[in-house]
C-alpha cells in the first residue's frame, strides 16, 4: 500500500502568514488521486481538494493544492483564524485508500 | 442537503462484534449516484478507511480488515450498517461514516466514539 508522510508535523504561525504543507507518497500517486482534509478537535473532517489541486465545494481560493507523482502541496495563502486546524491527504490511486498522519497548524 | 448520523454502542467487550448504523438524510442508499464508506481515527491518531458500499451491494475492503468487515445498506431505513468482528483494544476509535464517489469523501458525519474494554 501507499504510505504518505506529511511535514512538518506541526506548523506554529500567525494569521496573515502563507502556510505550505507537504504530502510526500512512498510510490507515485495514479493520476493526481490525491485530496486534502481539513478536521477541527471534535470535529469530522472536511474536504478541501481533490484531483491534487481542485478546490471542494465552498473551499476558498486562499486554499490551494499542487503537486502531482510523489510529491503534493497544499498551501493556505493567509491564514484566517478558521484556518487553524489539522490537515491529512489522502491518496485513491491504489487500494487500499491511505491518509497521512497529519500536520497541524497552530497559532503562533 | 446530505446529512449522515453514526449510532451504536460506545463500549464493546474484547473478541465480541462490533455493530454501528450510519443514518443518511438527504439522498437515498438507493442512489447510483453515491457510494458510501466508513473510515475510523484511533485516538491521537490519523484516519484508517474501513471499506465502501455501492447500492448495487457490492463492497470494497480494505485488506487489513477485510476478514473481520461487513458493511451492508438497509434501503428501507436508508441507512449504512459496518460489523467489525474480533474486535481488541487496537479497534478503539472513532468510527465515520462518508458519501463518496469511491475515491474521496466529500460529506462526513459527525462520528462515533467506540472504546474496547471488558
Known amino acids: 500500500e501507499i504510505v504518505l508522510t506529511q511535514s512538518p508535523g506541526t506548523l506554529s504561525l500567525s494569521p496573515g502568514e502563507r502556510a505550505t504543507l507537504s504530502c510526500r507518497a512512498s510510490?507515485?500517486?495514479?493520476?493526481?488521486?490525491l485530496a486534502w482534509y481539513q478536521q477541527k478537535p471534535g470535529q469530522a473532517p472536511r474536504l478541501l481538494i481533490h484531483?491534487?489541486?481542485r478546490r471542494a465545494t465552498d473551499i476558498p481560493d486562499r486554499i490551494s493544492g499542487s503537486g502531482s507523482g510523489t510529491d503534493f502541496t497544499l498551501t493556505i495563502s493567509r491564514l484566517e483564524p478558521e484556518d487553524f486546524a489539522v490537515y491529512y491527504c489522502?491518496?485513491?490511486?491504489?487500494?487500499?485508500?491511505?491518509f497521512g498522519q497529519g500536520t497541524k497548524v497552530e497559532i503562533k | 442537503q446530505l446529512q449522515l448520523q453514526e449510532s451504536g454502542p460506545g463500549l464493546v467487550k474484547p473478541s465480541e462484534t462490533l455493530s454501528l448504523t450510519c443514518s443518511v438524510s438527504?439522498?437515498?442508499?438507493?442512489?447510483?449516484?453515491?457510494?458510501w464508506g466508513w473510515l475510523r481515527q484511533p485516538p491521537g491518531k490519523g484516519l484508517e478507511w474501513i471499506g465502501t458500499?455501492?447500492?448495487?451491494?457490492?463492497?470494497y475492503y480494505n485488506p487489513s480488515l477485510k476478514s473481520r468487515v461487513t458493511i451492508s445498506l438497509d434501503t428501507s431505513k436508508n441507512q449504512l450498517s459496518l460489523k467489525l468482528s474480533s474486535v481488541t483494544a487496537a479497534d478503539t476509535a472513532v468510527y465515520f461514516c462518508?458519501?463518496?464517489?469511491?475515491?474521496?469523501?466529500?460529506?462526513w458525519g459527525k462520528g462515533t466514539a467506540v472504546t474496547v474494554s471488558s
Open positions: 462518508a458519501s463518496t464517489n469511491f475515491y474521496y469523501m466529500d460529506v
Open positions: 438527504g439522498a437515498s442508499v438507493n442512489n447510483n449516484s453515491y457510494y
Open positions: 458500499i455501492y447500492y448495487t451491494g457490492s463492497t
Open positions: 510510490q507515485r500517486v495514479i493520476a493526481t488521486s
Open positions: 484531483g491534487a489541486s
Open positions: 489522502q491518496q485513491y490511486g491504489s487500494s487500499p485508500w491511505t
